[in-house]
C-alpha cells in the first residue's frame, strides 16, 4: 500500500513541467515579437524625428535668411529716410533763412517806400509854393518853422523867454505879409504869446548860482559850541592883618593851599557835548547834501523835492549852528528865500496857432493844386 502511493505523484507531475516549458516557450516568442514591434516603432520614430528635424532645420534657415533680407532692407530704407530727412532739414534751413532775407527786403522796400512818398509829398508841396497864386504864401512855411522852433524851446529847453521872442517874430512875418485872410491865424498866436507872458518866470541860472555859492559857504559857517552854565562862587576867606589872628589866617592859609589841588565846580544847569570833527564833518556834508539836491530838484524841474531839500537844510542850520553868528544868519536868511521860489511851470500842451496854421497850408496847397488841374 505505501509504495503505491509513493509512484503516484511522479506520474501525474510531468505534464505539469512541459506545460510550463511550453508556456514559457510561449511567453518568450511573444517577448521576442514584442521587442521587433518596438524596434520597428523606434526606426519609424527616429525616421520620423529625422525627417521633421532635417524640415525644421531647412525652414529655420529659410526664415533666417529672410529675416537677414528684411533687415538690410529695414537699414537701407531707415538709412535712405535719414538722408531725406537730413535733406529736408537742410531745404528748411534754406527756406527759412530765405524768408528771413525776403522779410528784411521787405521792410527795407517799405521804409523805401515811405521815403519815397515823403519826397513826392515834399516835391509836391515845393511845386505848390512855387505855383501859388500869392507870391508871399511862402512866408507861412517861415511861420510855421518859427512855431515849432517855440515849441521845441518851451517844452524841451524850458526856455520861457526864447519861446515867446520867436512867436513874437512870426507874428511879424505875418504883419509883414498884409493878407487880411491870416487875421485868425495872428489872433491865436496873440493868444499863445499872451499866455506864455501870463506864466511865472522863473530865474534858473540865478537859483543855481545862489546854491552853489552857499554850498562854498558851509564850511565857514560856526558850528553851535559848548554853553557853560557859570559855576557858584564860593566864599573865599581872606587872610587879616591883625598879628592876633595869626591861628586863624594858618588855617586860612592851608584851607586855601589844598582847595588848589582839587577844584569842585557846582553848576544848576547841564552841559551839553561838543560835536566831534567826524560828526561835525558828517554835519556839513549833510547840509551839502540837501543843497545839491535842491539844484538837480531846479534842473528838473521838481517842486517837492526841491522844497523838501531847502527845509532840511534850514531844519540842519537852525539846529546845529550858532544863530547868533552873523554868517550864520545871513546863510539861514538866503536859504529861506530861496525856498519860496518857484521853480516848476505848467507848461501848455499845445499852441493854438499851430493846428490853425496847418489847416491853412493845406487848404493853399490844394488850392494851388486846384489850379494847376484846370489850367
Known sequence: MTDTNTETPEISTEPEVQVEE??????????????????????????????????????????Q??????????????????????????SNDTVKTQVEQLNIQLLDSQNKTKLYHDDIQS???????TNVRHPSDWILAEVEYLINLSGRKLWLEHDLNAAIALLST????????????????????????????????????????????????????????????????????????????????????????????????????????????????????????????????VYREQQEIYDIALQGALKLVSVYYDMNDKSTQQFYNAVQKLSKETISIDYPDQFKSAPLLSHILKQRISKSFTIESAE
Open 22 to 63: 511550453k508556456k514559457r516557450k510561449k511567453y518568450s516568442k511573444l517577448l521576442v515579437a514584442v521587442i521587433i514591434i518596438l524596434f520597428i516603432i523606434l526606426f519609424f520614430v527616429l525616421g520620423f524625428g529625422y525627417y521633421f528635424y532635417k524640415n525644421h532645420v531647412g525652414t529655420n534657415s529659410a526664415y
Open 65 to 90: 535668411e529672410q529675416i537677414e533680407v528684411l533687415t538690410d532692407k529695414l537699414d537701407s530704407q531707415t538709412a535712405r529716410l535719414s538722408s531725406q530727412l537730413q535733406q529736408t532739414k537742410s
Open 123 to 129: 516835391l509836391r508841396r515845393a511845386v505848390s509854393e
Open 170 to 297: 512870426a507874428d511879424q512875418r505875418i504883419v509883414e505879409m498884409g493878407d487880411p485872410s491870416l487875421n485868425p491865424l495872428r489872433r491865436a498866436l496873440l493868444e499863445d504869446i499872451n499866455m506864455l507872458e501870463a506864466l511865472p518866470s522863473r530865474d534858473v541860472d540865478g537859483i543855481i548860482l545862489s546854491l552853489s555859492s552857499l554850498e562854498r559857504r558851509i564850511d565857514t559857517l560856526v558850528i553851535a559850541g559848548l554853553t557853560m552854565s557859570e559855576a557858584k562862587q564860593t566864599d573865599t576867606q581872606e587872610v587879616s592883618t591883625d598879628i592876633s589872628d595869626w591861628e586863624a589866617n594858618l588855617d586860612r592859609s592851608w584851607d586855601s593851599f589844598i582847595e588848589s589841588f582839587i577844584v569842585i565846580s557846582h553848576r544848576d544847569k547841564p552841559v551839553e557835548a561838543l560835536l566831534s570833527p567826524e560828526q561835525a564833518w558828517y554835519l556839513s556834508e549833510n547840509l551839502r547834501n540837501h543843497l545839491s539836491k535842491a539844484e538837480f530838484a
